[in-house]
């Protein structure tokens, strides 16, 4: 189960849930365009050896150049494109709410997804909400042994609330235009790129490294070469 960062210490890497690595493996396949199916990844034991792997699975010819810079001009060509905001506004340091204004967010954004061609994953629910129908969840699951009837009723109502919840929610998980694009930079590597024929080889790692620190909350310093899973 995964651990939040702001009330525990960063965990190890081999104290990690395999599930929540399978799904950030799900997530480099997906930013890379790779498969790690099970013959090549059954005897990777350390963080080094995944990265070695996803290094020699990507295809594309090496280029230097930088991959956030490339996501920064796409996501800025996509907001340009349907929004015409102040070109003084569109800097890394520019606050995505003053692009994003929250009335009008879930359909600017849905524009800006389908002129970049794929999901940014930029909004969440309040997590007061969240956490609300979490308790109802649970709440439900504890009640089957003497309401079983209410306990039904109550897990429909909150699993309907969650979805709804993802769906509609407003929340930006990142700040700013320059946060953003590293944010696609990591999670739509190939895609991002102006030419998806070339990649940097010298990135691979630090964004592999990226997704398990953002998704897992692990400190970078865990995550040597030699780390074990």
Do not use: W
């Not at 030419?195 to 964004?207: G, H, L, S, Y």
Request: hydrophobic letters at 45%.
């Amino acid at each position: 189960m995964r651990v939040n960062s702001d009330n525990t210490q960063a965990i190890n890497l081999n104290t990690v849930d395999p599930e929540d690595i399978g799904d950030v493996l799900v997530k480099i396949e997906k930013s890379f365009n790779i498969c790690l199916d099970d013959t090549s990844f059954k005897d990777v034991k350390t963080f080094g050896k995944l990265c070695d792997i996803v290094v020699e699975k990507v295809k594309q010819t090496n280029s230097d150049s930088c991959t956030t810079q490339q996501a920064f001009y796409k996501i800025r060509n996509a907001v340009n494109s349907t929004i015409s905001p102040p070109k003084d506004l569109i800097k890394p340091q520019t606050k995505l709410a003053d692009i994003f204004p929250r009335d009008t967010r879930l359909q600017v954004i849905a524009e800006i997804e389908k002129e970049m061609g794929f999901k940014i994953n930029l909004l969440q629910p309040k997590q007061g909400i969240v956490g609300a129908f979490l308790f109802v969840l649970l709440a439900s699951l504890a009640g089957f042994f003497f309401q079983p009837v209410m306990a039904f009723i109550g897990l429909v109502v909150a699993a309907a609330g969650l979805m709804l919840a993802g769906k509609f929610g407003k929340e930006l998980k990142v700040k700013t235009l320059g946060d953003l694009a590293e944010k696609v930079a990591k999670e739509h590597h190939i895609k991002c790129r102006r030419d998806a024929a070339t990649i940097n080889r010298a990135e691979i790692a630090q964004k592999i490294k990226e997704l398990f620190t953002a998704d897992l909350y692990l400190e970078p310093s865990v995550l040597t070469r030699d780390a074990k899973f």
